[in-house]
């Protein structure tokens, strides 16, 4: 199993309330990526990064922010929560770029929002 | 444009039987990746099996097999020998890139494989 670890596992929190995500990675891969997965619509990129300090903003990035300051940690922010963030997230790596790679995941974050 | 289709919501196959799960893609990219992930109902995504735009045969792991129709843009998952274990969500994505940081993964909103005894 790829070492990825999400924290927490699962959180409940209040509309307007700051949310960190954390994965952490032991591989030592360049590429992190945060998904959410909502019903209908599979898992949908929202931010990644190529390397440390470097981000960019995937499909679904309105309301989201990311930091990577060391390898091995991709943090995901919401800086006020809202109810349509109510989701399950998913921190993914991936050693290398190009199309050649799979992303390997974690075990999710399950996040509701009241 | 959505740029991976699965069309099938559910599916039902029986033990020991084998079972499509059909995958359409759309991409202008010469150069990509099909992978195919299990979801089982504990939640986690597993990797399952990939191929590239320029491999000349389908794919084989195990089990699991990809029937590649490059000219159809299709890429179906075919399971041998279903088994109960099997019974999950299965995701369909691409992975597009030639360009630098531009590897991002595509999803399918997936199938649903029930296998019964």
């Known amino acids: 199993d790829a070492g990825i670890t999400q924290s927490p596992r699962h959180k409940v929190t209040e509309t307007g309330t700051p949310v960190t995500l954390r994965c952490h990675q032991t591989e030592n891969h360049r590429y992190m990526y945060w998904y959410r997965q909502d019903p209908g619509h599979g898992l949908r990129l929202i931010h990644y990064s190529y390397g440390v300090k470097d981000t960019d903003k995937g499909e679904v990035s309105d309301g989201y922010s990311v930091s990577r300051s060391k390898t091995e940690d991709f943090l995901l922010t919401l800086e006020s929560a809202t109810s349509s963030q109510t989701s399950v997230y998913f921190c993914?790596?991936?050693?290398?770029?190009?199309?050649?790679?799979?992303?390997?995941f974690g075990d999710g974050t399950r996040l509701s929002i009241l | 444009a959505q740029k991976i289709t699965q069309t099938q919501p559910g599916m039902f196959v029986q033990e020991k039987e084998a079972v499509t799960l059909d995958c359409t893609y759309d991409t202008s990219d010469p150069s990509y990746g099909l992978f195919w992930y299990k979801q089982p109902s504990s939640g986690e995504m597993i990797f399952l099996i990939y191929q590239g735009s320029y491999d000349q045969q389908n794919a084989t792991e195990g089990r699991y097999s990809l029937n590649f129709q490059k000219a159809r843009k299709s890429a179906n998952l075919v399971i041998s020998a279903s088994q109960l274990g099997d019974s999950a969500m299965y995701f369909c994505a691409m992975r597009e890139g030639t360009a630098y940081n531009t590897d991002k993964l595509i999803f399918g909103t997936g199938t649903r494989l029930q296998v019964f005894p």
């Open positions: 993914a790596i991936s050693g290398t770029g190009g199309a050649t790679q799979p992303q390997h």
